[in-house]
C-alpha cells in the first residue's frame, strides 16, 4: 500500500498491527457490499457493464463524490448543510452568466466558486457564530441560493458561448472523463485533511464532544466556519463542472441534491451523531448509491419509484448507523 | 461500624452468578460471583477500572454480560435493556447524572409516568406528589424549577428521590457523594439506613473508606475486573486490610506533603467578576505553590476557575501572568499562556469519547509541537502519546483505544497526559480526584506535587476537606460566590475551613 491508498481507506499509518477482522469489517465493510452489489448488477442487469455505461456512471458519481466530500466534513462535526444544491444550481447560473459578460472562462469560474464562498460563510457565521440551529440556517440559504439562481439566469437556463469552458466537463484524460479525475483528487484532498491535518482532527473532535474541544483549546467557531466555506466551495465547484457539461447553467437542476450527499455519508458509515468520519465510508456509499440510481434507470424502472427507492435507503442507513452506535457502547 | 445488624435470610436476594464482560481489548469483568442478602448495605471497593462500574451496568441493562448471569429472588434474569431492569425493582444512581436539564425538576421524577387526568397531564398531582417524594432527601428543592438549575447535590438527591418513586427493591449508588455538601451527605445515609430497615437490598460504591465503614454492613473487593474477597461483616475488618485487599500495598499518608520553596507571584487575579460570582474576587499564587480552593457545592469555585480559563466569558476584573495584564477570551488564549483546566466532569467537559487515547492525549499540543503548516506528524503524536501512557501509568489495550472504553481514574490520566505534553505555568485543577480511588487518587496527588516542584503554579479547587489540607500549601475559602479569606497551611485545620465556607 502506498501513502495514497492509505489515505483512501482512511486508515491512520501507524495502526496496521492491530488489523483484526472485526477492524477490517468496519473499514471495508461498506466497500464490500459495493462489490456485491456491482457483481449483482453485472450479472442480473443487461448493458450494465458496458464501457457506455460505465463512463456515464463514472460522471453521474462524480458530482455527488465531490459534494459527500466536504459534507462528509459537516456531518463528521455533527451538522449538516442543506445549501448544496441550491448553490450547485446558483454557480452554475452565476459562472455562465459572468463567461457570457465578459468571455473570460477564468473569471466565470471564479465568480461561480465565489458564490460558494459568500453562501458558505453566511451559513458559517450564522450557525458558528450566532449559534442558529444549522438546519434553519441551511433552510435558509438553500431558499435564497435557489431565488438568486433563478434571477441571475432570468428564470431558464443560459446557454454557454465560449466553448473553452466545456473542457472541464466534456473532455477524457486518459479514457477517463475530466470531472472523474476531479472527484478522485477531491477523495485524496479530503481524505489527507480528515486524516493528516489539525484541522481534520478538530472536526472530529467537536463532533465528539464540542465543549471538551473547546476547552481543550480548539478553535470550534472558526473551524465550523471554516467547514461550511470549504462546503460551499466544493458545492459551487461541482457546480461549474455541472454547467460545463451541460453547456449551460441551469437553475433548476440539483433540486434535492442534499439527499443524495447525506445519504451518500450515512449509507457508507459516517455516523450523523458526529464524531467519526472516513474518506472510505464516503467512497463506499457514493458508489452504492449510483450503481443504485444507475441499475433503475437500465432497469426502466418509473422515476416515482426511484423516490421511493431512495427514501428506503436512506431510512435503512440511518437504521444501520444507530443500530451500529448502540452495539459499540 | 455499621449502623445496625439484621437476621440475614439464607438465600442473597440479588446474585451475581459468572458474570464476564468484554470490550474489544479489554476484559472488564471477568468471571464475577457474589450474592447480596436483602435488608443490608454492601460495598462494593476497588481500584479505578476494578470493574465496580461496569458491574453496576451490567446490574442496570446497559450492559449485557459477555457470560455468566444475574439472579434476583433466586429466580435468573437476563436484562436487554435499562428498562428490564428497572421493571425487575433495580435503581442505579450513577456518579455522572443521567437527567433531562431542561424539564422541571417534578418531570424528570416522574418522566414516563405522568398523572394524568383526561389524557392530559395533572400538574397539581404532580407537584404534589413530587413535593412528597423530595421531602424526606431535600425539602429546598422546588419540584417547578428546571432541574438544570440545580446543583448537582441536589441533582443527585431528584435521582435518588426518583427510583424511591419507581419503589425499587435493589438500589445501587455509584459514589453518591463526591459532590454533596456534609449535610446533605448526613441526609443521604439517613435514607439509606431507613431503605435498609425496611428490607431493601442496598450497593454502595464509593472511595471514601469512612463513609464505608458507617454506612455498610458487609463488603466486597475488586480489582482487575475480578472479585477478591467478600467480607459478611464489617466488625473484624479495618480500613487498612480492605485498601491493602485492593491494592496490595499500604497506603500510609496518600498526600505526601513537604514543604517548597515558592518563586515569584505567576497568576494575579484582580477584582474577577462574572457568573457565579456574587463579589469581586482577587487572589494571587508563586510559582510551585500549591493554592486549594476549597468550597461546598455551589460556592463558585468551579465559576472562578472556568472564569480564569476563559471558559467563561467575564463580566470585569484583570488577569495578570508574572505581572503582565494577559487577554484572556476563550480557552485557546489561555492555553497559548500556558494556563490549563482539568474539568470536574470529564464526561461532558474533559474526553473526547470516540476519540483514541492517542487523540485525546495530542488535541491540545500538537498545535506548537507536533506538526508544521497544520498537518499531522504522525511520529511525533506517536512518540508523545506512548510516552504519556508511559510517565502516568494510563492502563490502556492500546494508543488507539477509543477513551470512552477507559475507567473514570485512567481518563482522567489521559486529560493530564494532554497538559503534560506541553509547557505550562499554571494549572486549574477541578475536583482532579472526584470519583477517582485510593490507588489512582494518591498517584495524582503525587503528579500534583511533582508539577509544583517543577515551579508550575496548582490551583485546586475542591470540596474535599482532607484533600484540600493534605495538598495545599495556601487555602482560600469560597462561600456563596465570594472569596471568605485566604489561610496559610499553618493555620489551617478542618474547623476553621469549615466555618468560612459554610453560609452565614
Same mark, same amino acid.
Given at each position: 500500500?502506498?501513502?495514497?491508498?492509505?489515505?483512501?481507506?482512511?486508515?491512520?499509518?501507524?495502526?496496521?498491527?492491530?488489523?483484526?477482522?472485526?477492524?477490517?469489517?468496519?473499514?471495508?465493510?461498506?466497500?464490500?457490499?459495493?462489490?456485491?452489489?456491482?457483481?449483482?448488477?453485472?450479472?442480473?442487469?443487461?448493458?450494465?457493464?458496458?464501457?457506455?455505461?460505465?463512463?456515464?456512471?463514472?460522471?453521474?458519481?462524480?458530482?455527488?463524490?465531490?459534494?459527500?466530500?466536504?459534507?462528509?466534513?459537516?456531518?463528521?462535526?455533527?451538522?449538516?448543510?442543506?445549501?448544496?444544491?441550491?448553490?450547485?444550481?446558483?454557480?452554475?447560473?452565476?459562472?455562465?452568466?459572468?463567461?457570457?459578460?465578459?468571455?473570460?472562462?477564468?473569471?466565470?469560474?471564479?465568480?461561480?466558486?465565489?458564490?460558494?464562498?459568500?453562501?458558505?460563510?453566511?451559513?458559517?457565521?450564522?450557525?458558528?457564530?450566532?449559534?442558529?440551529?444549522?438546519?434553519?440556517?441551511?433552510?435558509?440559504?438553500?431558499?435564497?441560493?435557489?431565488?438568486?439562481?433563478?434571477?441571475?439566469?432570468?428564470?431558464?437556463?443560459?446557454?454557454?458561448?465560449?466553448?473553452?469552458?466545456?473542457?472541464?466537463?466534456?473532455?477524457?484524460?486518459?479514457?477517463?472523463?475530466?470531472?472523474?479525475?476531479?472527484?478522485?483528487?477531491?477523495?485524496?484532498?479530503?481524505?489527507?485533511?480528515?486524516?493528516?491535518?489539525?484541522?481534520?482532527?478538530? *472536526?472530529?473532535?467537536?463532533?465528539?464532544?464540542?465543549?471538551?474541544?473547546?476547552?481543550?483549546?480548539?478553535?470550534?467557531?472558526?473551524?465550523?466556519?471554516?467547514?461550511?466555506?470549504?462546503?460551499?466551495?466544493?458545492?459551487?465547484?461541482?457546480?461549474?463542472?455541472?454547467?460545463?457539461?451541460?453547456?449551460?447553467?441551469?437553475?433548476?437542476?440539483? *433540486?434535492?441534491?442534499?439527499?443524495?450527499?447525506?445519504?451518500?455519508?450515512?449509507?457508507?458509515?459516517?455516523?450523523?451523531?458526529?464524531?467519526?468520519?472516513?474518506?472510505?465510508?464516503?467512497?463506499?456509499?457514493?458508489?452504492?448509491?449510483?450503481?443504485?440510481?444507475?441499475?433503475?434507470?437500465?432497469?426502466?424502472?418509473?422515476?416515482?419509484?426511484?423516490?421511493?427507492?431512495?427514501?428506503?435507503?436512506?431510512?435503512?442507513?440511518?437504521?444501520?448507523?444507530?443500530?451500529?452506535?448502540?452495539?459499540? *457502547? | 461500624?455499621?449502623?445496625?445488624?439484621?437476621?440475614?435470610?439464607?438465600?442473597?436476594?440479588?446474585?451475581?452468578?459468572?458474570?464476564?464482560?468484554?470490550?474489544?481489548?479489554?476484559?472488564?469483568?471477568?468471571?464475577?460471583?457474589?450474592?447480596?442478602?436483602?435488608? !443490608?448495605?454492601?460495598?462494593?471497593?476497588?481500584?479505578?477500572?476494578?470493574? &465496580?462500574?461496569?458491574?453496576?451496568?451490567?446490574?442496570?441493562?446497559?450492559?449485557?454480560?459477555?457470560?455468566?448471569?444475574?439472579?434476583?429472588?433466586?429466580?435468573?434474569?437476563?436484562?436487554?435493556?435499562?428498562?428490564?431492569?428497572?421493571?425487575?425493582?433495580?435503581?442505579?444512581?450513577?456518579?455522572?447524572?443521567?437527567?433531562?436539564?431542561?424539564?422541571?425538576?417534578?418531570?424528570?421524577?416522574?418522566?414516563?409516568?405522568?398523572?394524568?387526568?383526561?389524557?392530559?397531564?395533572?400538574?397539581?398531582?404532580?407537584?404534589?406528589?413530587?413535593?412528597?417524594?423530595?421531602? !424526606?432527601?431535600?425539602?429546598?428543592?422546588?419540584?417547578?424549577?428546571?432541574?438544570?438549575?440545580?446543583?448537582?447535590?441536589?441533582?443527585?438527591?431528584?435521582?435518588?428521590?426518583?427510583?424511591?418513586?419507581?419503589?425499587?427493591?435493589?438500589?445501587?449508588?455509584?459514589?453518591?457523594?463526591?459532590?454533596?455538601?456534609?449535610?446533605?451527605?448526613? &441526609?443521604?445515609?439517613?435514607?439509606?439506613?431507613?431503605?435498609?430497615?425496611?428490607?431493601?437490598?442496598?450497593?454502595?460504591?464509593?472511595?471514601?473508606?469512612?463513609?464505608?465503614?458507617?454506612?455498610?454492613?458487609?463488603?466486597?473487593?475488586? &480489582?482487575?475486573?475480578?472479585?477478591?474477597?467478600?467480607?459478611?461483616?464489617?466488625?473484624?475488618?479495618?480500613?487498612?486490610?480492605?485498601?491493602?485487599?485492593?491494592?496490595?500495598?499500604?497506603?500510609?499518608?496518600?498526600?505526601?506533603?513537604?514543604?517548597?520553596?515558592?518563586?515569584?507571584?505567576?497568576?494575579?487575579?484582580?477584582?474577577?467578576?462574572?457568573?457565579?460570582?456574587?463579589?469581586?474576587?482577587?487572589?494571587?499564587?508563586?510559582?510551585?505553590?500549591?493554592?486549594?480552593?476549597?468550597?461546598?457545592?455551589?460556592?463558585?469555585?468551579?465559576?472562578?476557575?472556568?472564569?480564569?480559563?476563559?471558559?467563561?466569558?467575564?463580566?470585569?476584573?484583570?488577569?495578570?501572568?508574572?505581572?503582565?495584564?494577559?487577554?484572556?477570551?476563550?480557552?485557546?488564549?489561555?492555553?497559548?499562556?500556558?494556563?490549563?483546566?482539568?474539568?470536574?466532569?470529564?464526561?461532558?467537559?474533559?474526553?473526547?469519547?470516540?476519540?483514541?487515547?492517542?487523540?485525546?492525549?495530542?488535541?491540545?499540543?500538537?498545535?506548537?509541537?507536533?506538526?508544521?503548516?497544520?498537518?499531522?506528524?504522525?511520529?511525533?503524536?506517536?512518540?508523545?502519546?506512548?510516552?504519556?501512557?508511559?510517565?502516568?501509568?494510563?492502563?490502556?489495550?492500546?494508543?488507539?483505544?477509543?477513551?470512552?472504553?477507559?475507567?473514570?481514574?485512567?481518563?482522567?490520566?489521559?486529560?493530564?497526559?494532554?497538559?503534560?505534553?506541553?509547557?505550562?505555568?499554571?494549572?486549574?485543577?477541578?475536583?482532579?480526584?472526584?470519583?477517582?480511588?485510593?490507588?489512582?487518587?494518591?498517584?495524582?496527588?503525587?503528579?500534583?506535587?511533582?508539577?509544583?516542584?517543577?515551579?508550575?503554579?496548582?490551583?485546586?479547587?475542591? !470540596?474535599?476537606?482532607?484533600?484540600?489540607?493534605?495538598?495545599?500549601?495556601?487555602?482560600?475559602?469560597?462561600?456563596?460566590?465570594?472569596?471568605?479569606?485566604?489561610?496559610?497551611?499553618?493555620?489551617?485545620?478542618?474547623?476553621?475551613?469549615?466555618?468560612?465556607?459554610?453560609?452565614?
Amino acid at each position: 500500500m502506498n501513502l495514497s491508498e492509505k489515505i483512501m481507506a482512511g486508515t491512520p499509518v501507524s495502526s496496521f498491527k492491530t488489523l483484526d477482522t472485526s477492524v477490517l469489517l468496519d473499514r471495508a465493510g461498506m466497500l464490500l457490499v459495493f462489490v456485491a452489489l456491482f457483481i449483482a448488477c453485472s450479472v442480473f442487469v443487461d448493458n450494465f457493464l458496458s464501457w457506455r455505461n460505465m463512463a456515464g456512471l463514472s460522471l453521474a458519481i462524480s458530482m455527488a463524490g465531490m459534494v459527500s466530500c466536504s459534507m462528509l466534513l459537516c456531518i463528521a462535526s455533527g451538522n449538516f448543510d442543506l445549501s448544496v444544491g441550491s448553490v450547485i444550481a446558483a454557480s452554475g447560473c452565476m459562472a455562465a452568466v459572468v463567461i457570457n459578460l465578459t468571455g473570460s472562462v477564468v473569471i466565470g469560474i471564479l465568480a461561480g466558486l465565489g458564490l460558494g464562498v459568500v453562501v458558505g460563510l453566511i451559513n458559517g457565521f450564522v450557525f458558528a457564530k450566532l449559534g442558529i440551529n444549522a438546519f434553519i440556517t441551511t433552510l435558509a440559504t438553500m431558499q435564497m441560493a435557489r431565488g438568486f439562481g433563478y434571477i441571475i439566469a432570468g428564470g431558464k437556463a443560459v446557454g454557454i458561448t465560449n466553448s473553452d469552458f466545456f473542457v472541464i466537463g466534456t473532455t477524457y484524460f486518459l479514457g477517463l472523463p475530466t470531472p472523474v479525475w476531479l472527484t478522485l483528487a477531491t477523495f485524496v484532498v479530503f481524505g489527507w485533511l480528515i486524516n493528516y491535518t489539525e484541522f481534520g482532527r478538530n *472536526i472530529l473532535a467537536i463532533g465528539g464532544n464540542e465543549e471538551a474541544a473547546r476547552l481543550a483549546g480548539v478553535p470550534v467557531v472558526r473551524t465550523k466556519i471554516w467547514i461550511f466555506v470549504i462546503h460551499g466551495v466544493m458545492s459551487a465547484l461541482a457546480g461549474v463542472v455541472l454547467a460545463s457539461r451541460m453547456t449551460s447553467g441551469q437553475p433548476m437542476t440539483a *433540486i434535492g441534491f442534499e439527499m443524495t450527499a447525506i445519504s451518500a455519508c450515512v449509507l457508507g458509515g459516517v455516523s450523523l451523531a458526529g464524531g467519526i468520519g472516513k474518506i472510505s465510508y464516503v467512497i463506499a456509499g457514493v458508489l452504492i448509491l449510483g450503481t443504485v440510481e444507475n441499475s433503475m434507470n437500465l432497469l426502466n424502472i418509473n422515476p416515482f419509484y426511484q423516490y421511493l427507492v431512495r427514501g428506503t435507503i436512506l431510512l435503512v442507513a440511518v437504521i444501520f448507523d444507530k443500530y451500529k452506535r448502540i452495539s459499540s *457502547i | 461500624m455499621a449502623l445496625g445488624s439484621t437476621v440475614q435470610p439464607s438465600t442473597p436476594y440479588l446474585e451475581f452468578v459468572h458474570i464476564s464482560k468484554s470490550f474489544p481489548g479489554v476484559r472488564a469483568l471477568e468471571d464475577v460471583s457474589f450474592g447480596v442478602h436483602s435488608g !443490608s448495605v454492601r460495598a462494593l471497593v476497588g481500584e479505578n477500572g476494578a470493574g &465496580k462500574s461496569t458491574l453496576l451496568k451490567v446490574l442496570s441493562g446497559v450492559y449485557r454480560p459477555t457470560s455468566g448471569c444475574l439472579k434476583i429472588d433466586g429466580s435468573e434474569r437476563t436484562f436487554s435493556e435499562t428498562s428490564d431492569s428497572l421493571a425487575a425493582g433495580i435503581s442505579v444512581i450513577y456518579q455522572e447524572l443521567v437527567t433531562v436539564p431542561k424539564l422541571r425538576v417534578a418531570e424528570n421524577l416522574f418522566l414516563g409516568h405522568l398523572p394524568r387526568r383526561r389524557g392530559m397531564v395533572d400538574y397539581r398531582r404532580l407537584y404534589e406528589d413530587a413535593r412528597h417524594a423530595l421531602d !424526606s432527601l431535600a425539602d429546598d428543592i422546588d419540584p417547578r424549577t428546571p432541574l438544570g438549575r440545580l446543583s448537582i447535590g441536589q441533582q443527585q438527591m431528584t435521582e435518588i428521590a426518583k427510583a424511591l418513586t419507581r419503589g425499587s427493591r435493589i438500589l445501587a449508588f455509584d459514589e453518591p457523594t463526591s459532590s454533596l455538601s456534609a449535610r446533605e451527605i448526613e &441526609k443521604l445515609f439517613a435514607v439509606i439506613s431507613r431503605l435498609r430497615d425496611e428490607g431493601r437490598t442496598i450497593l454502595y460504591v464509593s472511595h471514601r473508606m469512612e463513609e464505608i465503614f458507617r454506612i455498610c454492613d458487609s463488603a466486597t473487593v475488586f &480489582k482487575d475486573g475480578r472479585h477478591v474477597e467478600t467480607f459478611n461483616s464489617m466488625d473484624d475488618l479495618t480500613q487498612d486490610i480492605l485498601i491493602n485487599r485492593m491494592v496490595g500495598r499500604d497506603i500510609k499518608d496518600v498526600y505526601n506533603y513537604s514543604p517548597r520553596t515558592h518563586g515569584d507571584v505567576t497568576i494575579e487575579v484582580r477584582n474577577m467578576t462574572g457568573p457565579g460570582l456574587r463579589k469581586p474576587v482577587s487572589l494571587a499564587a508563586r510559582s510551585g505553590e500549591i493554592l486549594g480552593l476549597f468550597g461546598l457545592v455551589g460556592a463558585g469555585r468551579t465559576e472562578l476557575l472556568k472564569l480564569i480559563y476563559g471558559a467563561t466569558r467575564r463580566a470585569g476584573g484583570e488577569i495578570l501572568l508574572n505581572g503582565v495584564p494577559i487577554d484572556i477570551g476563550t480557552p485557546r488564549d489561555a492555553i497559548d499562556h500556558g494556563i490549563v483546566f482539568c474539568s470536574e466532569n470529564r464526561k461532558a467537559e474533559g474526553i473526547i469519547p470516540l476519540g483514541s487515547v492517542q487523540e485525546n492525549i495530542n488535541i491540545s499540543a500538537r498545535r506548537r509541537h507536533g506538526h508544521r503548516f497544520g498537518i499531522i506528524n504522525e511520529s511525533w503524536e506517536r512518540r508523545n502519546a506512548r510516552e504519556q501512557v508511559r510517565a502516568l501509568d494510563v492502563r490502556t489495550p492500546g494508543l488507539e483505544q477509543k477513551l470512552c472504553n477507559l475507567s473514570g481514574g485512567n481518563q482522567q490520566k489521559v486529560i493530564l497526559a494532554r497538559w503534560l505534553s506541553d509547557q505550562m505555568t499554571v494549572i486549574l485543577f477541578d475536583d482532579p480526584t472526584r470519583g477517582i480511588d485510593g490507588g489512582a487518587r494518591s498517584e495524582i496527588y503525587g503528579l500534583i506535587r511533582s508539577l509544583a516542584e517543577r515551579g508550575v503554579t496548582v490551583l485546586m479547587g475542591s !470540596s474535599d476537606l482532607p484533600e484540600v489540607l493534605g495538598v495545599s500549601d495556601r487555602i482560600a475559602v469560597m462561600r456563596d460566590g465570594s472569596l471568605s479569606g485566604i489561610v496559610e497551611r499553618t493555620d489551617a485545620s478542618e474547623q476553621k475551613l469549615l466555618s468560612m465556607a459554610l453560609p452565614v
